[in-house]
């Protein structure tokens, strides 16, 4: 009899009907990685915006096809799903289960840590759904993880730069300019979810990571292409990351660009890619003159990103590390002292070069 492998995929989570909006919206704001203002401020802070901002997230969420909720958990059950079975194949003697651990909305990072006790598992490997490491999404989730599950586990922090997972994003982009009549004249917007310009400045590594996969992506796609990497969904008074996807959508529209918009720091459709970039940027577009506006698809079930995720769990598995990066090795310079590897940067100082072969 073979080993039990439980991989468990960390994911935000959503709310699953309109009347869960305003609980979601608190929990994601009570987190003290999210608001790092003392617990009764952050408390009062998560009841005062889940309140005021409940009622217009209540209509974007009725956008989307999915009963006034969220698509997230559905799409990430696909992807639990088809990771399994890719994982099962290479590992015949083995039984391999997905869990899935939401930040703040269930089935909670919690009640997974529960089904894997439950179930018994001799390898836990826990893999994010977020290419890159941030202290709000990854490690927020660890966080929890590690309150809730005492025993062993396997960390992979981050893959932005596996090369399955570059060129999923360029196959997906490929076929939205084809879709889109393969227009000339392209500006390829890279747009990554925000965050505030203070958790970067404190050592958070995830714009690092965006931008240097951004230059992966762009050095891949056709060279007459502009490549502007950008940020959307800004929340709050604070002053976040940029530029902003919106403006950088209206710079690209008044120069009478072929707009294609991807999705770089989510793997699957949700709120912020059928809603945001899908209808309220298409208006920008549209009200500032773009020649066209496409939107390329999230990587869902994506042939060569699930592959890339089963080579990443088996690397792991065969790793005495207890964390590991798509580079097995800290991938991140030391600038980023909020990066989870504790150990230095192989090159220490040095700016990496993702095209080097430690990257391939
Ligand atoms: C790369 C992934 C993400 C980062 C980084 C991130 C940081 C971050 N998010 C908020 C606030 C909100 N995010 C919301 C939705 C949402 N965020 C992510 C991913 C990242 N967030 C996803 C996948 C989703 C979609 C969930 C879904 O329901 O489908 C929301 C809710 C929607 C809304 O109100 O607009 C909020 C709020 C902050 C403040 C932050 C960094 C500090
Ligand atoms: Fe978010
Ligand atoms: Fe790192």
């Known amino acids: 009899m073979g080993r ?9 989570g959503g709310p699953d009907s309109d009347k869960t909006v305003r609980p979601f919206l608190k929990n994601l704001f009570r987190d003290p990685a999210i608001i790092g203002a003392p617990l009764p ?16 997230v209540i209509k974007n969420y009725a956008m989307m096809d999915a009963g006034g909720g969220s698509p997230l958990l559905p799409e990430t ?32 990072t919690e009640e997974a840590a529960e089904q894997v006790k439950a179930w018994g598992a001799d390898e836990v490997i826990l893999l994010p759904l977020y290419p890159q490491f941030s202290t709000t999404t990854t490690g927020s989730s660890l966080t929890a993880w590690s309150r809730a599950y005492k025993g062993p586990a396997k960390t992979i922090c981050c893959y932005p730069f596996a090369e ?32 505030p310009e203070k958790i970067v400045k404190d050592g958070d590594p995830y714009q690092w990571q965006c931008e240097t996969m951004g230059e992966m992506v762009a050095a891949r796609v056709p060279a007459d292409w502009e490549v502007v990497p950008c940020y959307q969904s800004r929340v709050g008074p604070l002053k976040w990351i940029g530029p902003p996807t919106e403006e950088e959508i209206e710079k690209a529209a008044k120069d009478g660009k072929n707009i294609l918009i991807a ?7 949700h709120i912020e890619t059928l809603v945001e970039l899908g209808e309220e940027y298409r208006l920008v577009a549209e009200e500032h003159g773009a020649a066209s506006y496409t939107r390329v698809e999230a990587l ?3 042939e060569e990103f699930i592959s890339m995720l089963r080579d990443e769990v088996l690397a792991s598995l065969k790793s005495d590390q207890t964390i590991r990066s798509c580079a097995n090795s800290r ?18 100082g040095q700016r990496v070069n993702p095209s080097s072969k430690e990257l391939a």
């Open 300 to 302: 869902g079930v994506h």
């Open 164 to 195: 399955g997972l570059i060129s999923a994003h360029v196959d997906r982009i490929m076929q939205a300019h084809k879709a889109a009549g393969e227009p000339d004249n392209v500006r390829l917007l890279l747009s990554a979810h925000g965050l």
């Open 4 to 12: 039990k492998i439980a991989i468990v995929l960390f994911n935000l």
């Open 263 to 269: 999705p770089i720091a989510f793997v699957s459709e």
């Open 41 to 56: 401020v952050r408390w009062f802070l998560a009841r005062l915006i889940s309140t005021t901002r409940a009622p217009s």
């Open 77 to 108: 059950e696909k992807q639990a799903e088809a990771l399994t079975t890719s994982l099962q194949k290479a590992l015949p003697d083995d039984q391999v289960r997905c869990f899935i651990g939401m930040r703040y909305w269930h089935p909670f």
């Open 331 to 348: 991938l991140c310079p030391s600038d980023w002292k909020n990066c989870p590897h504790k150990q230095p940067h192989p090159k220490v």
